[in-house]
């Protein structure tokens, strides 16, 4: 089959900052034995080497396509204008830090084009942390293989939609349906859950994606300087604007009256329960003497909180990366 007859897969690759790692990010993509792609970067006005490169890079191979910003307008203006510059049938965002084996669009591509109703499709992914070579665990999207209905689906991705997935392959058609990326924090997973409403999600059942987590969570302060680009203003309350957002998307999607009423319930039912639940959590720490807290912290966590889609293979890094930071004791 002649390239120009396979679909095009457009790459978005928003960076900042990344002259450490997008070498290899690039080699990674360019290395695809997929061979109908364009590389979409877009640099928000880094200060480092990563212009340098993409200059370099973008010179020498004819399906890089290279932009650059003067000024920093955060990483929401900088995942949506890649998508906003792609042409492609498929379109996946991938991040200056991430390697995909060779095989990875190509499988998802097949997936794809065999389940003309699937939006979305990841492979297992393995999941590092910085500067460590372990495998923090395996992140997969099984608990989706029947969630079919609009409801189901939507319900799922509230519950355990792993982020990691974002990086997936998406049908571009679906995603323009969307209102993609907003300002609110969160909102890559409230794209995600609006996305749902649109199709199914479905998975490559092999290892093909590595992705590298921070060392540490970011404070609120942090995220909203990495989404908006400026400080955080005193009156902002992250988890109020992200609920509104939910709400906006569902209003304006292309569905019935009555099925928008039931994502609204399902979405306020999951809410509050999430509220009911922290406050339980935060009373559990301030009750529980400091020697219990570890022991309880992860029995609390795994009988209430894991996501099934993570099979924990590092207990003592998991521990330390994701259970001690989520119970915040």
């Not at 900042?16 to 640099?43: F, H, K, M, R």
């Not at 999207?141 to 939507?154: E, K, T, V």
């Amino acid at each position: 089959m002649s390239v120009v007859s396979l679909p095009l897969v457009s790459i978005g690759l928003p960076v900042y900052n990344g002259d450490t790692s997008l070498e290899a990010a690039l080699d990674c993509l360019l290395a695809q034995d997929y061979p109908n792609i364009e590389v979409i970067i877009s640099d928000n006005a880094s200060t480092d080497a990563t212009s340098k490169i993409c200059e370099e890079y973008s010179q020498d191979e004819p399906r890089i396509k290279y932009f650059r910003s003067e000024e920093n307008h955060g990483a929401i203006w900088n995942f949506n204008r890649v998508f906003e510059l792609s042409t492609g049938k498929y379109f996946m965002w991938a991040a200056h830090d991430d390697l995909r084996e060779a095989s990875f669009i190509g499988a998802c591509v097949e997936k794809m084009e065999a389940q003309g109703d699937a939006v979305l499709c990841q492979t297992f992914t393995a999941m590092y942390i910085e500067d460590n070579d372990e495998i923090l665990g395996i992140i997969n999207l099984n608990s989706f293989d029947n969630a079919l209905n609009l409801c189901d689906r939507y319900e799922e991705t509230l519950k355990h939609f792993p982020a990691t997935a974002i990086y997936g392959l998406y049908r571009s058609s679906a995603v323009r349906k969307t209102h993609i990326y907003q300002k609110s924090i969160s909102t890559d997973l409230a794209f995600i859950q609006e996305l749902s409403i649109y199709g199914r999600f479905i998975q490559v059942p092999k290892v093909l994606f590595r992705y590298y987590g921070r060392k540490k969570w970011n404070t609120v302060e942090q995220d909203y300087s990495f989404f908006f680009g400026k400080n955080k203003p005193w009156w902002y309350l992250p988890f109020i604007a992200l609920f509104f957002n939910h709400c906006k998307r569902i209003a304006f999607s292309k569905i019935s009256l009555s099925s928008k009423v039931n994502l609204w319930f399902i979405l306020i039912k999951h809410e509050i329960g999430q509220i009911i639940f922290k406050i339980n959590i935060k009373l559990a720490g301030l009750m529980l003497p400091e020697k219990l807290k570890e022991r309880w912290g992860r029995a609390i966590y795994f009988r209430w909180i894991h996501n099934p889609n993570v099979d924990m293979l590092n207990a003592k890094l998991y521990m330390e990366r994701v259970i001690k930071p989520m119970m915040r004791w």
